[in-house]
Each structure stands twice: as C-alpha cells, then as structure tokens.
C-alpha cells in the first residue's frame, strides 16, 4: 500500500474513531502533500512524500520550544502527539551510532580529516545517504563533534 493510500485511510479511520488529532494531523499532511502537487504539477513518488512529511515534522519540532517560553503546555502536549503521528509514516530514524558511522565513512571516501571548512563538503555528501532517515540537525552535530 502507497504511503498517500495509507494517508487516505487513516484519515478515514480517525474520522470514525472520532480521533481529533490524528484527523487534523493527517488531513494537514494530505494536504500539503495536494499542495506540492497543485503547484509544481507533477504526482508525487514515495520519496517526494517522505520529503514533505519530514517538514512537516521538522515545523512541529520548531514550534515545540516557543511554546514552551510561551508556557503553552496544551500545545506542547498536541504537538507531541502531532509529530508521533507523523513519524509513523516516515522510515525508521537512525541512531546517533548508526549516523556516525555514516559519517566516518562518508569522510574517509571524501578524505576529509578535520576542518571547519570541510563540514558544508561533509554535510552535503552525508544527507542524501540519510534522507528521510535523520535530521539534518543531528547530522550537523555528529559532523562537528567528528571534525
């Protein structure tokens, strides 16, 4: 089953269980999806959908600390709900292990040894090994405890 067919039917699913939060998480994620579509007029594969449901994690993780200097513990608590929702439809995250394995390997095929000025280089080459898979927050983390 397609990830947009998934999408579909867990949005009817939450529809009939009367599930708020699943049903506005996923009819937002639906909707974006139809969005992209609309304006660059082109079907979405898998991975372009992977792609928009990151950012729709990423906005949520985002938002999670100016709710919490603002004090909003009900929002905080939504949009944790939120964004477990969402990561059931992306691939299995990466441990911080696993990613740095990753990027020792992407570093010795590069030859990259240390430097600042090396981390754009290493970082470009690592994400698209990654995609979908981890954040680019966590990669940038492990690249600069590595150089």
């Known amino acids: 089953m397609s990830l947009k067919d998934r999408l579909a039917n867990d949005f009817k699913d939450a529809l009939r269980s009367r599930d708020e939060i699943k049903k506005n998480t996923v009819n937002l994620a639906r ?14 594969d898998e991975n372009g959908i992977v792609d928009i449901l990151t950012k729709q994690v990423k906005m949520r993780k985002d938002a999670l600390s100016d709710f919490e200097k603002a004090g909003r513990t009900d929002l905080l608590e939504d949009y944790n709900k939120e964004i477990e ?52 927050v966590t990669v940038k983390k492990i690249v600069e405890s590595i150089l």
């Open 31 to 44: 909707a974006a999806i139809k969005q992209y579509e609309v304006d660059f007029r082109k079907e979405l």
């Open 85 to 136: 929702i969402l990561m059931t439809y992306l691939p299995e995250q990466l441990t911080e292990a696993e990613i740095t394995e990753i990027v020792k390997a992407t570093a010795a095929e590069l030859g990259i040894e240390s430097g600042k000025a090396n981390m754009g280089k290493l970082i470009g080459a690592v994400m698209p090994k990654v995609k979908g898979k981890a954040d680019g």
